[in-house]
T-cell receptor, first 114, second 113 residues
Framework: GQQLNQSPQSMFIQEGEDVSMNCTSS?????WLWYKQDPGEGPVLLIA?????ELTSNGRLTAQFGITRKDSFLNISASIPSDVGIYFC??????????????FGKGTLLTVNP | EAQVTQNPRYLITVTGKKLTVTCSQN?????MSWYRQDPGLGLRQIYY???????DKGDVPEGYKVSRKEKRNFPLILESPSPNQTSLYFC????????????FGSGTRLTVV
């Protein structure tokens, strides 16, 4: 199946710093999603992107859908301790128009030092 | 509260002993899916279902079975578990017509010894 290359694998930052992570694919996706997983919990959707070139914000989070439709990035500004967790990108290709299959990246483990 | 409920949260079993992990959602979602999460491999889809009695294989279906007899339930069955199925499992659901993101359950940590 399709594969997503997510980088970096892990990040250690100081509270207040900005963070950037990205995802690339050899295939085109029609939807890009970014999830966060807190320890001991399931992933929670942060941002959804539907159109090539789209830039979307959710509080301190900003994500972009690459114009080639093969990449996406997520920025977190002014990080805080509760940003700790694993961040996953996910891409969706809708066969017949149904977005039921998600392919996930391997995740970026973010650690924030207070 | 809208949610996806998995049971059990933790399970230790022995090789070859059949087990079922249950999943239930109360959002009337058409789509449901099972993922496994392993260190360094991220989330990989095992099976998915587009509606009652409609299921299909994901990327890593070997050793697993599913059924979708009711819209709200999507159990994951391991007929003969093996140690390489030790993993963290997530069930997820989404509506067919809206919002593309799946809602995930809290996970089931399975250990096969």
């Amino acid at each position: 199946g399709q594969q997503l290359n997510q980088s970096p694998q892990s990040m250690f930052i100081q509270e207040g710093e900005d963070v950037s992570m990205n995802c690339t694919s050899s295939s085109i996706f029609n939807t890009w999603l970014w999830y966060k997983q807190d320890p001991g919990e399931g992933p929670v959707l942060l941002i959804a992107l539907y159109k090539a070139g789209e830039l979307t914000s959710n509080g301190r989070l900003t994500a972009q859908f690459g114009i080639t439709r093969k990449d996406s990035f997520l920025n977190i500004s002014a990080s805080i301790p509760s940003d700790v967790g694993i961040y996953f990108c996910a891409g969706s290709i809708p066969p017949g128009g149904s977005n039921y299959k998600l392919t996930f990246g391997k995740g970026t483990l973010l650690t924030v030092n207070p | 509260e809208a949610q996806v409920t998995q049971n059990p949260r933790y399970l230790i079993t022995v090789t070859g002993k059949k087990l079922t992990v249950t999943c239930s959602q109360n959002m009337n979602h058409e789509y449901m899916s099972w993922y496994r999460q392993d260190p360094g491999l991220g989330l990989r889809q095992i099976y998915y279902s587009m509606n009652v009695e409609v299921t299909d294989k994901g990327d890593v279906p070997e050793g697993y079975k599913v059924s979708r007899k009711e819209k709200r339930n999507f159990p994951l069955i391991l007929e003969s578990p093996s140690p390489n199925q030790t993993s963290l499992y997530f069930c997820a659901s989404k509506s067919r017509d809206s919002y593309p993101g799946y809602t995930f359950g809290s996970g089931t940590r399975l250990t096969v010894v």
